[in-house]
């Protein structure tokens, strides 16, 4: 459905503000669609995430600071997100042996079970991504790429 028909607004002042407001929409949209996929599995958008980059650095551990660093969402709380995570026995957190101001989060057998299982919905399946062509998801990429330069 186009940008106007879901926000009930016919004009806009110029190319750019629609743009805008569609990004913004269909980010929004992206990720209500993936939330209610991840329900199921009990995890939220930013627990997936963090799970994600764990499985990546899987056997090593990874210290908060670096999944703060790596997160889609910047804004989230990562300490309290591992915190939901231990609790969920889906990681677990170790003081780093190294430093001890440091703490090494390592995704547990338990979440690297739940990601295979959830791997399906990997790349946004569902979410109305896979509408795109491969080439239309490579100019999307491009084009969101140059907005972020």
Not at 17 to 23: P, T
Request: a neutral charge.
């Amino acid at each position: 459905m186009r940008i106007e028909e879901e926000i009930k607004q016919n004009t806009f002042k110029n190319p750019y503000q629609k743009a805008y407001i569609n990004l913004v929409y269909t980010s929004g949209w992206v990720q209500q669609e993936q939330s209610a996929q991840f329900k199921p599995f009990g995890v939220t958008l930013p627990q997936y995430n963090i799970l994600r980059i764990l499985r990546g650095q899987y056997p090593e551990p990874a210290t908060v600071s670096m999944l703060i660093e790596r997160m889609l969402d910047k804004t989230s709380n990562a300490s309290r997100i591992v915190d939901k995570l231990v609790a969920k026995e889906l990681v677990t957190r170790k003081q780093c042996p190294n430093d001890r101001r440091t703490v090494d989060v390592l995704i547990s057998q338990k979440g690297l079970d739940l990601l295979q299982q959830m791997d399906e919905l990997e790349g946004g399946k569902g979410t109305g991504i896979t509408r795109l062509t491969e080439e239309e998801a490579e100019q999307l990429s491009l084009l969101l790429d140059k907005i972020r330069e």
